[in-house]
């Protein structure tokens, strides 16, 4: 299988950040197609049977409308920067239950020169999704070691103190005070281009596998 991406893929997003502005994207809106949303379907289109083989419950959708892709186009309403373009790309796979909750279980990717990552979890959920995940951990310490067997180390915001409720001198008492529960892997641009990436992104997703089931299952959600 050939490279999905290539070194031009960056070099357009390296060109939008310095010219973010809407005359310049018309200009250079066939590059943009053809270095950077093209190559994204197609690589979302072969991740597909990959992500299924780890759970089914996840959507991959190529398609543009709606899809796994993240619009390129920026929600400048209450920002105080207008620049119009995100300036990477990214596209999340989300559990199918996804308009059950605000936020939902799910794997991610992140392209941006410099700056390239994947994995899974779950990303500022909403205060009854959280307190579910919270008290499965709570309850279930054996099931939660083994989520985190793999050594992936959790990141986001977590609280100063115990949640209300929850035994400060409980054993996992740093866990429960998360208030996001995912994991990255880091990918260096040559390992965006090379031709195995879909795989190794897929693996990225293995690897953070048990967190994205426990959680799942935390919300009584089918792995």
Not at 28 to 57: H, K, Q
Not at 120 to 127: A, E, L, R
Not at 158 to 178: K, N, Q, V, W, Y
């Amino acid at each position: 299988m050939s490279a999905h991406f290539s070194p031009a893929f960056f070099t357009f997003l390296k060109a939008l950040k310095r010219h973010n502005d809407r005359e310049w994207f018309q200009a250079n809106r066939e590059r943009y197609v053809s270095d950077v949303e093209a190559p994204t379907l197609r690589f979302i289109s072969d991740l597909a049977p990959r992500l299924a083989a780890i759970s089914p419950a996840f959507v991959v959708d190529p398609k543009r409308s709606g899809g796994s892709m993240f619009r390129i186009y920026r929600d400048t309403r209450f920002s105080a920067d207008k620049s119009p373009y995100k300036t990477h790309v990214a596209a999340m796979f989300p559990h199918v239950e996804r308009k059950k909750a605000p936020a939902v279980p799910g794997f991610y990717l992140h392209l941006e020169p410099g700056d390239c990552m994947g994995g899974g979890g779950i990303y500022h959920p909403d205060t009854a999704t959280l307190t579910r995940i919270r008290l499965a951990i709570a309850e279930n310490r054996k099931g939660w070691a083994a989520a985190r067997k793999n050594g992936i180390t959790l990141e986001g915001d977590t609280l100063s103190r115990a949640p209300a409720g929850f035994d400060p001198a409980h054993p996992a008492i740093e866990d429960l005070r998360r208030k996001d529960f995912y994991a990255l892997v880091p990918f260096t641009q040559a390992d965006v281009c090379r031709a195995d990436f879909v795989d190794r992104y897929a693996e990225s997703c293995r690897r953070v596998a048990p967190l994205v089931s426990f959680i799942t299952r935390a919300l009584g959600w089918r792995w």
